[in-house]
Structure formats: C-alpha cells, structure tokens
C-alpha cells in the first residue's frame, strides 16, 4: 500500500527508489485501475507533438529507467527513431501521486524484448503480427482476417516480430507530485546528464529541488 504524508524534508540523492515504491504500491493496490497504465509523448523533429498511453512493464532502479514495449513501426516508433527523446506521467490518482519523466530514448536489447513478447498470451502475440499499427484500416473486418491468418500461419509458437519490441526511456529528469488539501501539493524534482556510450548511457549524480506546486 502506498504511504500517506508528504515527500521528505531532506530530498533524497536518488529519486528512483521513490519512484519504484509507488510504483509497486500502486500494483498491489487494488483501488487503483491499470497502475502500469504510462502516459508517453514523442514530437517529430520540428516540434509537432504527440500522446498516448502504453504500459510500464519494467522500472530498473540503478542505472536508473523505465521500460514499455510497442511497435517500432508505429508513429510513436517513428517519431522517436528521428527524435529519440521522450516524455511520460504515471499518474495514480487514488493515492494522489503523479511521476513525470523526461529523457532519452533508446530501444532495449533483443533479448530483452524476445523475453517479454514469450511471456505475452498467445491472442497478444498475434496481434502483434497482425496489426500494421498506425496505419490506415478499411475496415475491422479485414483486421479479423489478418487476426486469423497470423494464427493459422504461426498456431502456438508465436515469435516476435522484428517490427516489435521494448524501449527504454533514461530520464535526465524526475518531478515527483504528491496530492495535497487546497491544491497546497508537494513537489521535487530531480535532474541529470546522461553520456552516451554504446547502445546505452552513464548517467551523472542527481541534483534535487523543490517547486512550488
């Protein structure tokens, strides 16, 4: 269950252990609806932005990121292959707490999608192959037919596609918002710079402050 009460008079050095605590707080609650449920807005490169909403289906503490998965075709996965940077809000709102993140973006490893695609059921990995996401559709019925010629092509051994995996999002900022009476609320954020190396980063110390809300 998730704590009551404010953030810490001394803000902690690392935002992220706060972040993973409501986070799983939120999932063995049963008073919150969809508590993976994220928020994620991409823009293409000049500026036109865009929004939507995804799961959160991993948040790894050191070195610190989130992780949701989706269709490298779509228009979130083709505004983020130009501009790989994003956005996203948690937002819990039975507790009265809300994460915002800001970073960058890079896609996860094969083997890290390949896990979690095998760990989907049978009916959600054929859509994965079925749906040309994003794309114009004449109408549902011929989605039904790609539905049922995914199946009888592939039956119970589904791979992933290749068009299909995880992202990661590396924030370089963290605003933490807890609900409080007479929209006095309670808010921090955290900020850091991340360097590239390889297919991932090395994030610096965070730097902590709080916002009037």
């Known amino acids: 269950m998730l704590s009551k009460g404010f953030l ?7 935002p992220m252990p706060l972040v993973a605590e409501w986070f799983d707080g939120a999932r063995k609650a049963k008073a919150q609806p969809n508590p993976d ?14 929004v939507r909403i995804v799961l959160c289906k991993k948040l790894i503490l050191a070195p610190g990121y989130v992780v949701f998965f989706t269709n490298y075709d779509s228009r979130k996965g083709g505004e983020l292959a130009a501009n790989p940077r994003a956005a996203a809000v948690l937002h819990w709102d039975a507790f009265g ?24 059921a049978l009916d959600s990995r054929i859509g994965a192959w079925a749906s040309l996401q994003s794309q114009p559709l004449d109408s549902r019925k011929t989605l039904l037919k790609r539905v049922a010629s995914e199946a009888a092509r592939f039956g119970t051994h589904v791979p992933r596609p290749p068009h299909w995996g995880g992202y990661q999002l590396w924030p370089e900022t963290v605003e933490l918002w807890i609900e409080g009476p007479f929209r006095v609320h309670d808010r921090a954020r955290w900020t850091r710079v991340l360097e590239a190396q390889g297919d991932s980063f090395a994030p610096g110390p965070w730097s902590a402050t709080r916002l009037f809300p």
Request: proline residues 11%; glycine residues 6%.
């Open 8 to 14: 810490p008079s001394t803000l902690p050095g690392d």
């Open 37 to 50: 449920s994220m928020s994620v807005a991409t823009a293409t490169p000049d500026g036109r932005p865009s």
């Open 97 to 120: 707490r809300q994460v915002r993140l800001e970073g960058r973006i890079v896609k996860s490893p094969a083997a890290e999608s390949d896990e979690y695609f095998a760990s989907r």
